[in-house]
């Protein structure tokens, strides 16, 4: 009891002078109260987010405001700032550390405060979604500020650099070239995140301060790449607007002609976010600009940075493979259902008096379905085929099974590949987790190494291990193991671990960049310029990310013959039509497969080759010569021929390939038409003369 009164008389006498003083949140407005005397206030407009606390920890007041944390002085100055990836739900000092608590779309993450003095680090790393509403949380504090208020609001907060570049603009107009100077000397002076450095860079550009619109360009680079954003990894166009929109600021100088202005940003966007969507359009601009001044070696090194960016690509057909092979595709099925059509209609013509004939005992040609629906089927114009012919038409239906099935996938593949996980920039963080969870990732070898990347991006070297072991033999996990290896000190298993996976894989740049190689692609020059003395980690290409996320044609032709009607239901990428026509390609496969295995009518020997047949064998090229090999080729190259005209002609509305619009392949697919027909007639007039000698001798020996 003595000992308590003692400590308690102690602690009035050190600390008495504070002891009535605190924080206190009164409506949105922050209050420091000592006894009856405020000693501060700062009011937060409702467009920035929730408020969150305070929360005193020894002589720092925190406060969430939206996605930051401001860290107070007891004089009321601001002396931190956090930016977190999502709004703040929570705030706890408990154990001396301030944790925070934010939660996005589906997640949740914690965090632990650094210092204050520190400049407002957060000891976890973080990943920005792509979300404008985070990413632009200072840009839209600074232009709630009205213009009579700006100096006073950047007093108050020395931490936002748009207040200080509005700043600067205000004193520019008033011709105060040191007050100039000095608000962007300030604009300068934060620690800030990646997107707010672009977004200022932006600003700066625009008011006239290139020189320091260089400087914060630089230092967005240096940022990311501290988060672990790298050049190897997609960036969507959601995703690059959220991060300062760099790419929508290049199509404005261009549209300016400021051409210098534009290469500045242009090399930043090559740095950081070569992948970036829409690049190939704006590289092939660019280069058309350069082209037009005379810089004709500038162009076409950037036409050829393009075209590198191709490899590790489907097919190395670049960022838009996936959808150009599934344009290519849909012409294919186009063609082999023209193919096939113009084979059934052209046997149908030749059984059709003969079938007839037969069908009368029945019926008739129609009534007998209902009659004799078993005798009837018995005799349907294919079953009057030879077995060679039917071979042909199960080649054919099965080709185009296997064409609707192919579009199934590359419509699978181009949605998932644009899914915003892989989308992002970088790997990890709690909005990437759970969008991945989103796309339901199949258990193979690529889905462990894109799982291992975000745990190690995130500094969980166990988990990242742990997933990498499910992708035995993996070159890029072997490479990513052997940077485990290394950060923890073992640098000769690390090397051993480098020379395999650059053993199995000889064009893998990260190990070869990790052995001292030194390979000039993107992500190794940006690892070598802004993550110098750091080992270099192995991202997944767009073939490894395919395998991950759909797998290749034959996982959705195995998946889709086991579920047929699977192939009905809507997911990423699938359409309900197009698993229609998957249903029936697949029976009429199965009816023309179990055609196989019926006998010809007894009748079907006298079929002959009625003048309709004819006609028919002369306008569909291959369809009378179905016996022989040739007769299906011709058919399917006339099937091709036509389906390329008729996209050219737009009597389809599907997108043209990339192939058909280049000068003169209409007159390429003319060609191929018109040596169709040619070589049909030949063969043709040959399979009359042929049937006529039979008919005499048939003639003769009766």
């Given at each position: 009891?003595?000992?308590?009164?003692?400590l308690t008389?102690?602690?009035s006498l050190?600390?008495g002078?504070a002891?009535g003083?605190?924080a206190?949140?009164?409506?949105r407005?922050l209050?420091?109260e000592?006894?009856p005397?405020?000693?501060?206030a700062?009011t937060?407009p409702?467009?920035?987010?929730?408020?969150?606390g305070p929360v005193?920890?020894?002589?720092v007041v925190?406060?969430?405001?939206?996605p930051v944390?401001d860290?107070?002085?007891?004089?009321?100055k601001?002396r931190?700032?956090y930016a977190?990836?999502?709004p703040v739900t929570?705030l706890d000092?408990t154990?001396g550390?301030?944790r925070?608590?934010t939660?996005?779309?589906?997640y949740?993450?914690?965090f632990?405060l650094?210092?204050?003095g520190?400049?407002g680090?957060v000891?976890?790393?973080?990943?920005?979604?792509?979300?404008?509403?985070?990413t632009?949380?200072?840009?839209?504090a600074?232009?709630?500020?009205p213009?009579e208020?700006l100096?006073?609001?950047?007093r108050?907060?020395?931490?936002?650099?748009?207040?200080?570049?509005?700043?600067?603009?205000?004193a520019?107009r008033r011709?105060?070239?040191?007050a100039?100077?000095d608000?962007?000397r300030?604009?300068?002076?934060?620690?800030?995140?990646?997107?707010?450095?672009v977004?200022?860079?932006?600003?700066?550009d625009?008011?006239g301060?290139p020189?320091?619109?260089?400087l914060?360009l630089?230092?967005?680079r240096r940022?990311?790449a501290a988060?672990g954003y790298d050049?190897?990894?997609r960036?969507?166009?959601?995703a690059l607007f959220?991060?300062?929109n760099?790419?929508?600021?290049?199509g404005t100088?261009?549209?300016?002609?400021?051409?210098?202005r534009a290469?500045v940003w242009?090399r930043?966007?090559?740095?950081?976010h070569?992948?970036f969507?829409g690049?190939?359009?704006?590289?092939?601009?660019?280069?058309?600009?350069?082209d037009a001044?005379?810089r004709?070696g500038?162009?076409?090194e950037?036409?050829q940075?393009?075209r590198?960016l191709?490899a590790?690509?489907?097919y190395?057909?670049?960022?838009d493979a996936?959808?150009e092979?599934r344009?290519v595709l849909r012409?294919v099925?186009?063609a082999l259902?023209l193919?096939?059509g113009?084979?059934?209609?052209?046997?149908t013509l030749?059984?059709?008096?003969?079938?007839?004939e037969?069908?009368?005992?029945?019926?008739?040609?129609?009534?007998?379905?209902a009659?004799?629906?078993?005798?009837?089927?018995?005799?349907?114009?294919?079953l009057?085929?030879?077995?060679?012919e039917?071979?042909?038409?199960?080649?054919?239906?099965?080709?185009?099974?296997?064409?609707?099935?192919?579009w199934?996938w590359?419509?699978?593949?181009?949605a998932?590949?644009?899914?915003?996980a892989?989308n992002?920039?970088t790997y990890?963080?709690?909005w990437?987790?759970?969008?991945?969870?989103?796309?339901?990732?199949?258990?193979?070898?690529d889905?462990?190494?894109?799982?291992?990347?975000g745990?190690?991006l995130?500094g969980?070297?166990?988990a990242?291990r742990?997933?990498?072991t499910?992708?035995?033999g993996?070159p890029?996990?072997l490479?990513?193991?052997?940077?485990?290896a290394?950060t923890r000190?073992?640098?000769?298993q690390?090397?051993?671990?480098y020379?395999?996976?650059?053993a199995?894989?000889?064009?893998?740049a990260?190990?070869?960049y990790n052995?001292?190689?030194s390979?000039?692609?993107p992500g190794?020059?940006?690892q070598?310029a802004?993550?110098?003395?750091?080992p270099?980690?192995?991202?997944?290409?767009?073939?490894?990310?395919?395998?991950?996320?759909?797998g290749?044609l034959?996982?959705?032709l195995?998946?889709d013959?086991?579920?047929?009607?699977?192939?009905l239901?809507?997911?990423l990428?699938?359409?309900?039509?197009?698993g229609?026509?998957?249903?029936?390609?697949?029976?009429g496969?199965?009816?023309l497969?179990?055609a196989l295995l019926?006998p010809?009518?007894?009748g079907?020997?006298?079929?002959?080759?009625?003048a309709i047949y004819?006609?028919?064998?002369l306008?569909?090229?291959?369809?009378?010569l179905?016996?022989?090999?040739w007769?299906?080729?011709?058919l399917l190259?006339?099937?091709?021929?036509l389906?390329?005209?008729?996209s050219?002609?737009?009597l389809?509305?599907?997108?043209?390939?990339?192939?058909?619009v280049?000068?003169?392949?209409?007159g390429?697919l003319?060609?191929?038409?018109a040596?169709t027909y040619?070589?049909?007639t030949?063969?043709?007039i040959a399979?009359?003369?042929r049937?006529a000698?039979?008919r005499?001798r048939e003639?003769?020996?009766a």
């Amino acid at each position: 009891m003595r000992r308590a009164l003692f400590l308690t008389l102690l602690g009035s006498l050190f600390l008495g002078g504070a002891a009535g003083a605190d924080a206190v949140l009164v409506d949105r407005t922050l209050r420091f109260e000592d006894g009856p005397t405020l000693r501060w206030a700062r009011t937060y407009p409702a467009a920035l987010g929730d408020l969150i606390g305070p929360v005193t920890l020894g002589d720092v007041v925190f406060l969430g405001v939206g996605p930051v944390v401001d860290a107070l002085g007891e004089d009321g100055k601001l002396r931190a700032r956090y930016a977190l990836p999502a709004p703040v739900t929570s705030l706890d000092s408990t154990g001396g550390t301030l944790r925070v608590s934010t939660q996005g779309d589906g997640y949740v993450e914690r965090f632990t405060l650094g210092d204050p003095g520190g400049g407002g680090d957060v000891l976890e790393r973080v990943v920005f979604p792509p979300d404008p509403e985070v990413t632009g949380w200072l840009a839209r504090a600074a232009r709630l500020v009205p213009p009579e208020d700006l100096a006073r609001a950047a007093r108050e907060d020395p931490l936002n650099p748009f207040l200080a570049l509005g700043e600067a603009g205000q004193a520019a107009r008033r011709g105060d070239r040191y007050a100039t100077l000095d608000a962007v000397r300030r604009s300068l002076g934060a620690e800030l995140p990646f997107p707010a450095w672009v977004q200022l860079a932006a600003g700066l550009d625009a008011a006239g301060f290139p020189a320091a619109a260089d400087l914060a360009l630089d230092r967005a680079r240096r940022d990311a790449a501290a988060r672990g954003y790298d050049p190897e990894i997609r960036v969507s166009r959601q995703a690059l607007f959220a991060y300062g929109n760099p790419s929508g600021y290049v199509g404005t100088l261009l549209d300016q002609g400021r051409l210098g202005r534009a290469e500045v940003w242009m090399r930043y966007l090559r740095d950081l976010h070569p992948r970036f969507e829409g690049g190939p359009g704006l590289y092939a601009r660019y280069a058309d600009l350069l082209d037009a001044q005379g810089r004709g070696g500038e162009a076409e090194e950037w036409r050829q940075f393009s075209r590198g960016l191709r490899a590790g690509t489907l097919y190395n057909l670049g960022p838009d493979a996936p959808r150009e092979v599934r344009d290519v595709l849909r012409l294919v099925t186009l063609a082999l259902l023209l193919a096939l059509g113009a084979a059934l209609l052209a046997l149908t013509l030749r059984a059709w008096p003969v079938q007839g004939e037969d069908l009368r005992l029945l019926g008739g040609r129609w009534a007998s379905w209902a009659r004799h629906p078993l005798a009837r089927a018995r005799r349907v114009a294919v079953l009057y085929a030879p077995f060679g012919e039917r071979l042909v038409l199960v080649a054919l239906a099965a080709g185009l099974l296997t064409g609707v099935a192919g579009w199934q996938w590359a419509n699978g593949t181009a949605a998932r590949l644009q899914a915003p996980a892989l989308n992002l920039g970088t790997y990890g963080g709690g909005w990437y987790a759970a969008r991945l969870d989103d796309l339901g990732l199949r258990p193979t070898p690529d889905a462990a190494l894109l799982a291992g990347l975000g745990a190690q991006l995130d500094g969980d070297d166990g988990a990242a291990r742990d997933r990498y072991t499910r992708a035995p033999g993996d070159p890029c996990a072997l490479n990513n193991l052997g940077v485990i290896a290394q950060t923890r000190g073992d640098l000769p298993q690390a090397r051993e671990l480098y020379r395999a996976a650059l053993a199995d894989r000889p064009d893998l740049a990260a190990a070869a960049y990790n052995l001292g190689l030194s390979p000039g692609t993107p992500g190794t020059l940006f690892q070598r310029a802004y993550r110098p003395g750091e080992p270099r980690l192995c991202y997944p290409d767009d073939r490894s990310l395919t395998r991950a996320v759909q797998g290749d044609l034959s996982v959705t032709l195995g998946r889709d013959l086991r579920d047929p009607l699977g192939a009905l239901s809507p997911e990423l990428g699938q359409g309900v039509r197009l698993g229609w026509a998957f249903l029936l390609a697949l029976a009429g496969l199965a009816g023309l497969t179990l055609a196989l295995l019926v006998p010809r009518p007894a009748g079907a020997g006298g079929q002959g080759r009625p003048a309709i047949y004819r006609l028919a064998a002369l306008l569909l090229p291959g369809s009378s010569l179905l016996e022989g090999a040739w007769g299906g080729v011709l058919l399917l190259a006339w099937g091709a021929a036509l389906a390329g005209l008729a996209s050219l002609a737009g009597l389809i509305r599907f997108p043209l390939p990339e192939g058909l619009v280049q000068p003169g392949i209409r007159g390429l697919l003319l060609t191929l038409l018109a040596a169709t027909y040619l070589l049909n007639t030949a063969a043709f007039i040959a399979a009359e003369l042929r049937y006529a000698r039979r008919r005499r001798r048939e003639q003769a020996s009766a």
